[in-house]
């Protein structure tokens, strides 16, 4: 195993553990090296939603991210040729835009009342702020102003008590994504 494929955190801050990246790394190699038409044994979404634990001397979370995001594009694009190769490029782009009218249809919805909201004694995410960045996702999808999936990747939010609902938001967040990397 190699020790230096990324750079380590800065001392004094912890980083992803580097035997978790190598292992994960060589799996997503042999996954994306496979034969056309073996089952998926990764995806993109699996990508996305993978954690490293993190420890001191481990690898800088920046770079490993920025490789996970790479990774997550290619595999995402990988995903569309071999759907478009199965169902059609009209059908494949027909359920893209329905997947991009169901987000459409909920970032545009009435401020404070986008998402579920948590009780008052939970917390959630802060509702100005989701609302806020929602309007940056109809811009994205009715005017066509820029906004990039990194962008989405990286949004954050505070949390505050009584906000929406965090594992709402993050999937639609994720929705997001795979409509964006399914048009580029």
């Known amino acids: 195993m190699s020790s230096n494929t990324f750079p380590k955190a800065r001392r004094g801050t912890k980083g992803y553990d580097p035997a978790q990246v190598e292992d994960f790394l060589d799996d997503a190699k042999r996954a994306y090296g496979a034969p056309a038409g073996t089952p998926a044994v990764l995806t993109a979404k699996q990508i996305r939603s993978t954690a490293f634990a993190l420890r001191p001397g481990g690898y800088s979370t920046e770079h490993v991210d920025a490789a996970l995001e790479r990774l997550e594009d290619a595999f995402a694009e990988r995903e569309r040729e071999q759907a478009v190769a199965v169902v059609g490029e009209n059908q494949w782009y027909g359920t893209v835009r329905g997947a991009a009218q169901e987000i459409l249809d909920r970032a545009a919805r009435a401020p404070r009342q986008k998402f579920k909201r ?21 811009d994205y999808f009715q005017n066509g102003l820029p906004l990039g999936p990194d962008e989405v990747r990286r949004a954050t939010f505070r949390v505050v008590r009584g906000g929406y609902q965090e594992q709402q938001v993050d999937a639609v967040l994720d929705a997001v994504v795979e409509v964006m990397l399914a048009v580029r």
Do not use: E, I, M, Q
Not at 118 to 138: A, I, K, P, Q, W
């Open 118 to 138: 948590v009780s008052g004694l939970t917390r959630g995410y802060h509702l100005g702020d989701v609302d806020d960045f929602c309007d940056r996702l109809v």
